[in-house]
């Protein structure tokens, strides 16, 4: 009770009001019919008016809670009337500055009723707000968030009130101020997905297009971070419409080639707009494809005159280099990191799924998923093994283990890990064959090269910073892509791709040897160890050796066969030396039909050392970083540091037996490579320890031996 309302309990008049006022409240709570209510109406009415005088009405809380139970949405039409003729008695006695003052009072029950009332009581309603309302001006802002979400719903096109309601909010915009206004308009956006359709409507039909947007900042409101939280919001919500029309505000307010948002806010929206592709919807992907490549909803060219190119295709792809690509890597690694949300309520598993079905989609542009897979793939990678990681808890399980029938009977029962790896199988499989182990390979150089820079910037006896991706992180990362890639999809996977990648590994480990430590070493010697497992001869005659030919990007095949049977067994006599023999014996199994094979192989080809070719001329300097044309991409790691140079004395002997050079084929290469890389292993880790350890030279000599006789 406020100071007025004491003073005026002095009067023995007003003192007989409140008791009237008391008395027609209590009729309230005998009523059990609706009829009930409307006398109940009838009798608070007649008491207000007969004291008219009085700008004070009293019971004012109990009076607002009893009229906004009479507009309950269950109750007829007849009552929501007989309430509204209340509260306009209550408005006409109070005046606008007690209104004002008591907003929250009387409007609990008022903004809710548009959405549900009949067309009989829209009148009336639409009437309290233009004649009591209206007039409040900018003492309407505490109330203005609440009666945009109550008016906005009479924005129905083909209404018959859709007319009314516009001349409403735009009598609202000016009284209150455009900027305040638009802040309220986005905070109810925001709040209550009923009012999205109409509220980006009444933006799109306001919007000027003559003019930018820099010239209609006040649509923005006062607080950017709002906009862009409505927009993000509207832009996944569960209606196409709303989606659509989102898409059509996106494309007006926020391009690219301007700066009304910070990059972001930008990122934040671009993140959210994103999910609309798993709609499979064309007009929701036109919106999208033209806002990423520089085109208005009409496919009329934007951007800065000076870079509109005339031909469509060519300004598609300057604009979206210059502008969007950036934004659009940063956005798909967010998806991938979980750091944008859905709009949605949605099961973990479908939030997990989201952004490889996000990428799929983007894939089939052109223009847009394969000029981002190179910078994303990695973060796909990492986002899997970690999904699955916290699944299935792989701690427990040993790395690089040849055996992953224990992993493939993890993911069978686990429903939401056997969904992962289809889901990111179905994204493989997208790509060119030799794509993905291209990739792999120019990250691992990349590492490795990551790895020298580091010692050479801390320094002799320097603790080096970890890299973003170390080179341990990234040799697991390719064990455990090893184990769930499905490698049977096309033949040349396991005959041509794999032996490369072995090879351009075994160029980087020699070349950086020196730069690695034991650990990483030895994960790096365990992954190739498991490489080699995955490898399958190719299905050729032993006749046609003699016309294939190793080149750059492709496996030859008859010398791969040739090759095999000596680098298994030096590969893992190398684990020996590090691991001390820790390995069980049955860990060559899975390689020994192989090992057979390439025996048979041998005996049939005894005189290919013969009449094998100068290494030194042939591949003197392999560039292990390169590829064939068709593998070239703009982001391919240089190799000039990587290259590797075979003995020279080995070329010299090898042309001496022989009179026509042949090329080598991968295996031999590889396995020639290997030999420098055991020699430089032997030199930089073994040598020091014959002084201190003679016995540990005799074990290590035994073990080549050993090696020799297997071959």
Request: glycine share 6%.
């Amino acid at each position: 009770m406020n100071t007025e309302e004491l003073e005026l309990l002095s009067d023995s008049k007003y003192r007989n009001y409140v008791a009237a006022v008391d008395k027609a409240l209590k009729s309230f709570e005998y009523s059990s019919e609706w009829a009930d209510l409307i006398s109940a109406l009838g009798k608070l009415n007649k008491v207000l008016q007969n004291n008219a005088k009085y700008q004070v009405v009293p019971k004012k809380l109990t009076i607002g809670k009893r009229l906004a139970q009479c507009l309950h949405p269950a109750l007829p039409s007849g009552v929501h009337r007989k309430a509204l003729e209340t509260y306009e008695i209550i408005f006409k006695i109070i005046g606008p500055k007690r209104l004002a003052k008591d907003l929250f009072l009387y409007s609990s029950g008022l903004f809710p009723l548009l959405t549900n009332a009949a067309m009989s009581v829209k009148p009336a309603l639409l009437g309290l707000y233009e004649t009591y309302y209206l007039p409040l001006g900018k003492t309407l802002k505490p109330g203005l968030q609440g009666l945009l979400t109550g008016v906005l719903p009479g924005l129905e096109e083909g209404s018959e009130y859709y007319d009314r309601t516009n001349t409403l909010l735009e009598k609202v915009a000016s009284a209150v101020e455009q900027s305040a206004f638009y802040s309220a308009l986005w905070g109810s956006i925001l709040t209550s997905p009923a009012v999205r359709l109409p509220g980006i409507t009444y933006v799109l039909l306001h919007l000027n297009r003559k003019l930018s947007m820099e010239d209609q900042l006040y649509i923005i409101g006062s607080d950017i971070e709002l906009m862009v939280e409505a927009v993000s919001t509207s832009v996944q919500d569960s209606s196409v419409l709303v989606q659509r029309s989102t898409l059509d505000l996106i494309l007006f307010c926020f391009p690219f080639h301007m700066s009304q948002a910070t990059r972001p806010d930008m990122i934040r929206i671009l993140s959210a707009a994103l999910h609309v592709v798993l709609r499979r919807d064309m007009s929701l992907n036109r919106r999208l494809y033209a806002w990423l490549l520089g085109f208005d909803n009409n496919g009329v060219k934007i951007g800065p005159r000076s870079t509109r190119h005339s031909n469509p295709e060519e300004h598609a792809t300057y604009y979206f280099n210059t502008f969007s690509k950036d934004m659009l890597v940063q956005a798909m690694v967010g998806i991938l990191q979980g750091k944008a949300m859905g709009g949605e309520e949605e099961s973990v598993l479908m939030h997990d799924l989201k952004p490889f079905r996000i990428l799929i989609s983007l894939l089939d542009k052109p223009e847009l998923g394969p000029a981002i897979l190179e910078d994303v793939l990695i973060e796909v990678f990492r986002t899997l093994h970690s999904q699955c990681k916290a699944e299935l808890d792989l701690q427990t399980q040993s790395p690089f283990s040849k055996d992953h029938t224990q992993l493939s009977s993890k993911l069978r029962e686990n429903k939401k890990t056997a969904e992962l790896i289809k889901t990111a199988n179905l994204l493989f499989n997208s790509f060119e064959p030799y794509y993905m182990w291209d990739y792999i390979a120019r990250w691992f150089e990349e590492c490795c090269r990551r790895t020298l820079n580091a010692r050479l910037q801390a320094g002799p006896g320097g603790n080096c910073e970890p890299s973003e991706l170390s080179l341990i992180e990234f040799c697991l990362l390719v064990d455990f892509l090893l184990d769930i890639v499905s490698l049977e999809t096309y033949i040349e996977i396991q005959t041509e791709h794999l032996p490369q990648l072995l090879l351009r590994m075994v160029s980087a480990l020699t070349s950086h040897l020196q730069a690695l430590g034991l650990a990483e070493l030895t994960d790096c010697l365990r992954l190739c160890s498991k490489i080699l497992s995955k490898v399958q001869p190719p299905l050729v005659s032993p006749g046609a050796e003699g016309s294939l030919q190793f080149s750059v990007g492709k496996a030859s095949s008859v010398g791969e066969k040739e090759e095999k049977k000596l680098f298994p067994a030096a590969l893992e006599s190398t684990s020996e030396v590090f691991e001390d023999s820790e390995n069980p014996p049955s860990s060559r199994s899975s390689e020994s039909g192989f090992t057979e094979f390439v025996q048979y192989q041998a005996e049939k080809n005894e005189d290919l050392d013969h009449t094998a070719g100068n290494c030194q001329g042939q591949h003197g300097a392999l560039p292990v970083g390169s590829t064939s044309s068709e593998t070239e991409t703009a982001s391919t790691v240089g190799s000039e540091d990587t290259v590797v140079h075979p003995s020279p004395t080995m070329g010299h002997a090898s042309s001496a037996r022989g009179g026509k050079a042949k090329q080598k084929t991968v295996m031999q290469c590889c396995l020639e490579y290997f030999q420098q890389f055991l020699t430089r292993l032997v030199t930089l880790y073994i040598t020091p320890c014959t002084a201190a350890s003679p016995a540990f030279t005799s074990e290590f000599c035994s073990v080549l031996k050993g090696d020799q006789a297997v071959r």
